[in-house]
């Protein structure tokens, strides 16, 4: 398929959806919005890709936010519409995706660019990367679940400095708090987010499926009960089978 605003390329079983609007930042408008969607419904459904990417073009910007000249005359109706629709498209569908999603935050991840970084499952920055979520100096807030993630990622108390304050963070500091998992050099995000997703694209895939739905729910009261079920579920599985058997043959596993 040919998209606009994004790159899609899948090697080594690794997937990388490069958000392609260096004009804007990689700012996300209702197209990008879309095409990222439609490229993670394809993943998602592709045998050969274990694992999926996703990053901006460039070296100043992963996501500068939202396309705010998109929605500036919008009243309250439309408002929350495009809010509900970006979630249930895009963020909510990369949390709950069936396949691990890490983002390489390549710079600016500001307003919906944070919030986008927050639903992958894993985000590795590169040492010039700022975040933050700046929507209270437009008079609004997050509408893409950043007042929902980012608690749970840093906690009550600093979120609400990030959301009140709208101050950006710089990339240790985004470190040192939760918000990234690692902080590489600009040139070397890539290269360190692809043998991350090489090193999980080489497990089992039905095991990791079934770890992203229960992590998902590991601040529910469903979490425990619903580990056990998966867990159980998974000896049934030739994943199990073949992990266990190469355990007692003393080989890699191959799934």
């Known amino acids: 398929m040919n998209y606009e605003n994004i790159l899609l390329q899948t090697e080594e079983r690794i997937s990388i959806i490069t958000i392609n609007r260096p004009e804007?930042?990689?700012?996300?408008?209702?197209?990008?919005?879309?095409?990222?969607?439609?490229?993670?419904?394809?993943?998602?459904?592709?045998?050969?890709?274990?694992?999926?990417?996703?990053?901006?073009?460039?070296?100043?910007s992963f996501v500068a936010g939202a396309d705010i000249k998109?929605?500036?005359?919008?009243?309250?109706?439309?408002?929350?519409?495009?809010?509900?629709?970006?979630?249930?498209?895009?963020?909510?569908?990369?949390?709950?995706?069936?396949?691990?999603?890490?983002?390489?935050?390549?710079?600016?991840?500001?307003?919906?660019?944070?919030?986008?970084?927050?639903?992958?499952?894993?985000?590795?920055?590169?040492?010039?990367?700022?975040?933050?979520?700046?929507?209270?100096?437009?008079?609004?807030?997050?509408?893409?679940?950043?007042?929902?993630?980012?608690?749970?990622?840093?906690?009550?108390?600093?979120?609400?400095?990030?959301?009140f304050s709208a101050k950006m963070i710089p990339a240790q500091r985004a470190k040192e708090i939760g918000l990234v998992n690692e902080?590489?050099?600009?040139?070397?995000?890539?290269?360190?987010?692809?043998?991350?997703?090489?090193t999980i694209a080489n497990n089992s895939p039905m095991a990791i499926s079934k770890a992203i739905q229960a992590v998902n729910l590991s601040d529910t009261d469903k979490g425990f009960e619903t580990e056990i079920k998966f867990f159980g579920e998974l000896f049934e599985m030739e994943d199990k089978k073949e992990g266990v058997s190469a355990f007692m043959e003393k080989r890699k596993p191959s799934f």
Do not use: W
């Not at 990008?32 to 990417?53: C, M």
């Not at 902080?183 to 090489?198: C, D, M, N, Q, S």
């Open 24 to 60: 804007s930042l990689n700012a996300l408008n209702a197209k990008t919005i879309q095409e990222i969607s439609t490229a993670l419904d394809q993943l998602n459904s592709d045998p050969v890709s274990r694992a999926i990417i996703i990053t901006g073009s460039g070296e100043k």
């Open 70 to 163: 998109e929605f500036s005359d919008f009243g309250q109706e439309r408002a929350e519409e495009l809010a509900r629709n970006g979630q249930n498209s895009l963020f909510n569908k990369i949390e709950a995706l069936s396949k691990p999603v890490i983002a390489a935050v390549n710079g600016f991840a500001l307003g919906g660019g944070l919030e986008l970084a927050m639903a992958c499952h894993i985000r590795y920055a590169s040492e010039n990367a700022k975040l933050g979520l700046p929507e209270v100096t437009l008079g609004l807030i997050p509408g893409y679940g950043g007042t929902q993630r980012l608690p749970k990622l840093v906690g009550k108390g600093l979120a609400n400095e990030i959301i």
């Open 183 to 198: 902080v590489f050099p600009i040139e070397e995000l890539l290269i360190r987010t692809k043998e991350l997703a090489k």
